[in-house]
Antibody, heavy 119, light 107 residues
Framework: QVQLGESGGGVVQPGKSLRLSCEAS????????MHWVREASGKGLQWVAY????????KYADSVKGRFTISRDNSKNMLYLEMNSLRVDDSAVYYC????????????WGQGTLVTVSS | DIQMTQSPSSLSASAGDRVTITCRAS??????LNWYQQSPGKAPKLLIY???SLHSGVPSRFSGGGYGTDFTLTISSLQPEDFATYYC?????????FGQGTKVDIK
């Protein structure tokens, strides 16, 4: 079965960096576009970044553009989110999400990893 | 960015009730509208994609409709496990945006 497992969250000071990882299993990882979506406490869902199946195409929310970098290693079935210059308002649960090859939606979500940016 | 507005923001209902949630886009999104259900402390789950297609394994009491700017999610007979928060999402153009959520709780 499809499984997505995030890791790498934690408490970090403003201005610092953090790298999130997502391990995928149960499907052909290299055939699917992947996304990161975040949920700040009590704030609802926000799409963060997208990477194409081969990794050649990426898109970002304006709020993270230039600070966050999405990447993947298809040989390891791994998705990453490198987060630099972190701000307090980046604090959220970050979800790794799969986009099915047949459509524009999110069909499977990981359990999420919590990032807290605080001095 | 396309703004997605859900109504109501919250509602109280009883098991067995028919519930309808609406979602309005700030501009046309054709049929590129998805619905998700999120229970407390859990990741969201896909219910409906492309406005009206039921995701695999989702009970048939859930249905979606609409096109362009106005969309609905209907639960025909509310079950105890349906008390949760529901989000719409447009995937017509990046950035893909979500509505603010509709919390369905027990009356």
């Amino acid at each position: 079965q499809v499984q997505l497992g995030e890791s790498g969250g934690g408490v970090v000071q403003p201005g610092k960096s953090l790298r999130l990882s997502c391990e995928a299993s149960g499907f052909i990882f290299s055939s699917y576009g992947m996304h990161w979506v975040r949920e700040a406490s009590g704030k609802g869902l926000q799409w963060v970044a997208y990477i194409s199946d081969a990794g050649s195409g990426t898109k970002y929310a304006d709020s993270v553009k230039g600070r966050f970098t999405i990447s993947r290693d298809n040989s390891k079935n791994m998705l990453y989110l490198e987060m630099n210059s972190l701000r307090v308002d980046d604090s959220a649960v970050y979800y790794c999400v799969r986009q099915p090859d047949s459509g524009r939606t999110f069909d499977y979500w990981g359990q999420g990893t919590l990032v807290t940016v605080s001095s | 960015d396309i703004q997605m507005t859900q109504s109501p923001s919250s509602l109280s209902a009883s098991a067995g009730d028919r519930v309808t949630i609406t979602c309005r886009a700030s501009e046309t999104i054709r049929h590129y509208l998805n619905w998700y259900q999120q229970s407390p402390g859990k990741a969201p789950k896909l219910l409906i994609y492309s406005a009206s297609s039921l995701h695999s394994g989702v009970p048939s009491r859930f249905s979606g409709g609409g096109y362009g700017t106005d969309f609905t999610l209907t639960i025909s007979s509310l079950q105890p496990e349906d008390f949760a928060t529901y989000y719409c999402q447009q995937t017509y153009t990046f950035p893909w945006t979500f509505g603010q959520g509709t919390k369905v709780d027990i009356k």
